[in-house]
């Protein structure tokens, strides 16, 4: 199986400020990657998929990029509705699987 | 607007089993390859299961390989997931979620349900 790691897997940051989340595959996905936000008590919502591709609704203001095996996901101004836990996942191949997770706090 | 329903959880004793259903609506159910999505109480997320818009290319994941049955029934919009032998480590919430492409074979998500707790204690 594909081992996904994300770091930090907390991190405390202010309004406004740049955040960068990054994920690392065990071994080579291609683009095969990505990244969800889920707030406590809610479903997970799906934010970028191919590793930099924007599902349909979500605001530019999050970005990803990688390839291989080395991944960010940044946020360029954090609000307080991005306060959340992000995962990045792989569909390289099954299982699919899932990082950790970094819950991203206010400071 | 697209829309996924799970129900069918519960709490239910270790050994026992449990039928889940994830109702789609909003789109063409057919045309979409399905997956299930856990989470135990506090923890990450795990897949579970996937099934192909046409009902071929099913997989697992090893945790529930044997155990779990994941099917669908295009003609009621509806995607199933069968649990027997179930375990404590098997409490969780269940996620249904929709492949973004019509057709596709990659299984990269777009849609999620809200989701159905199983608790399985005795």
């Known amino acids: 199986d594909i081992q996904m790691t994300q770091s930090p897997s907390s991190l405390s940051a202010s309004v406004g400020d740049r955040v960068t989340i990054t994920c690392r595959a065990s071994?080579?996905?291609?683009?095969?990657l990505a990244w969800f936000q889920q707030k406590p008590g809610k479903a997970p919502k799906s934010l970028i998929y191919?590793?930099?591709s924007l599902q349909s609704g979500v605001p530019s203001k999050f970005s990803g990029s990688g390839s291989g095996t080395d991944f960010t996901l940044t946020i360029s101004s954090l609000q307080p509705e991005d306060f959340a836990t992000y995962y990045c996942?792989?569909?390289?191949?099954?299982?699919?699987?899932f990082g950790g997770g970094t819950k991203v706090e206010i400071k | 607007q697209v829309q996924l329903v799970e129900s069918g959880g519960g709490v239910v004793q270790p050994g026992g089993s449990l039928r889940l259903s994830c109702a789609a609506s909003?789109?063409?159910?057919?045309?979409?390859?399905m997956h299930w999505v856990r989470q135990a109480p506090g923890k990450g997320l795990e897949w579970v299961a996937v099934m192909r818009y046409d009902g071929r290319n099913i997989y697992y994941a090893d945790s529930v390989k044997g155990r779990f049955t994941i099917s669908r029934d295009n003609s009621k919009n509806t995607l199933y997931l069968q649990m027997n032998s179930l375990r404590a480590e098997d409490t969780a919430v269940y996620y249904c979620?929709?492949?973004?492409?019509?057709?596709?074979?990659?299984?990269?998500?777009?849609?999620w349900g809200q989701g159905t707790l199983v608790t399985v204690s005795s």
């Open positions: 979620a929709r492949q973004i492409t019509p057709y596709g074979d990659y299984p990269d998500f777009d849609y």
């Open positions: 191919a590793a930099s």
């Open positions: 071994q080579g996905i291609s683009n095969f």
């Open positions: 909003g789109f063409t159910f057919s045309r979409y390859g």
């Open positions: 996942q792989q569909y390289k191949t099954y299982p699919l699987t």
